[in-house]
């Protein structure tokens, strides 16, 4: 039985060949240009097929609106942010003019002092982590003995118009208090100005009871005569309010900025935090004195020198810049 054919051959009927004539168009057909629609339709179709028939020029053009829909998004954003971007910060920078002259009822006013915290609230201190040998627990102990000193010295009326400094005595460590005795025992010694506030006698009356404070700390191992510890940085202004004398009507604000060091180490079971460093700047105080008491300059007239601003925590104390005139207070 023969196979069939796998590949079996087209048969073209008298009808199929008729309806496949090729019919060549006439003269004025050939000579008939196609109209601006049909020109537009084929460029159009030339184009599409262009870009089917070359991939790379498909990518480019989605790189290509890629590349402009992220630059539309940037742009919203940057009107955006434009148009909700916060006031900048001018904490440091003095105001023109001046800020106004304190008063009695609102003295911080008008001041950077008016946005600091009052009392304690605004000596930080790090957060109490494992370091160095020191517990979290330990750390926290040391932190709020420092805590303690830094209130003695400049928060405590009695210290700081009373001259009396018995608080901040007892919280420095015995071991070291012998070193501090002698300057504690006379507050109008120099170096008694590296330790506690205190306004010289008859010299400034507190007005109201707020005392404003902003500063900030740090904490990181350190190595001090053989023994592995914890050093910590304090850097606060205190500041306050005080008139000359009772019914005086002039009102002064007065900064006072402490930068302390404190070495935290384990003597045994015990926390130790030793004093290492104290310095201190007041502003605006009368020069003309050299004691280590502050002298409150209720004249305006500035006292010669270089320039400061004493809200201005961003650089060091210069300790050996002698007598300088605040920008503002």
Known sequence: ?????????????????????????????????PGRRERL????????????????????TAVVQVIAGVLALLAISTALWWFNRPEPITALRPPAGGP?????????????????????????????EALNGLSAAQLGLAYEQIK???????????TVFGGKNDTFRALVD???????????????????????????????VQVGTAIKVHGASS?????????NGVLVKTDHNFVYAVREKPGSQQVLRVVQRWANEYFVYR??????????????????????????LIHPDFTASGQGGQTTDPY??????????????????
């Open 312 to 329: 201005n925590l961003s650089k060091p104390i210069d300790t050996a810049a002698g007598c300088q005139t605040a920008l503002r207070t």
């Open 174 to 204: 015995p071991a070291q208090l012998p070193d501090l005795k002698r300057d504690l025992d006379n507050p109008a010694a120099k170096g008694a100005r590296a330790w506690v506030t205190t306004f010289a006698p008859g010299s400034a």
């Open 41 to 60: 339709r084929a460029r159009r179709t030339a184009r599409r097929y262009r870009a089917e028939a070359d991939p790379a020029r498909g990518s480019r």
């Open 100 to 128: 106004p002259a304190p008063a009695a009822g609102d003295p911080f006013a008008g001041s950077p002092a008016a946005r600091y915290a009052t009392g304690d609230e605004g000596i930080t201190l790090p957060v109490p």
């Open 267 to 292: 003597d045994g079971a015990t926390v130790k935090v030793w004093i290492t460093r104290a310095d201190s700047a007041a502003a605006p105080t009368s020069c003309q004195y050299g004691d280590a």
């Open 219 to 227: 904490a990181r191992p350190a190595r001090r005569q053989g023994r």
């Open 148 to 158: 303690k000193m830094l209130v003695a010295g400049a928060l405590d009326t009695n």
């Open 1 to 33: 039985m023969p196979m069939a054919d796998p590949d079996p051959q087209p048969v073209f009927d008298e009808n199929f060949v008729k309806g496949a004539t090729f019919t060549e168009p006439s003269a004025e057909e050939r000579a008939r240009r």
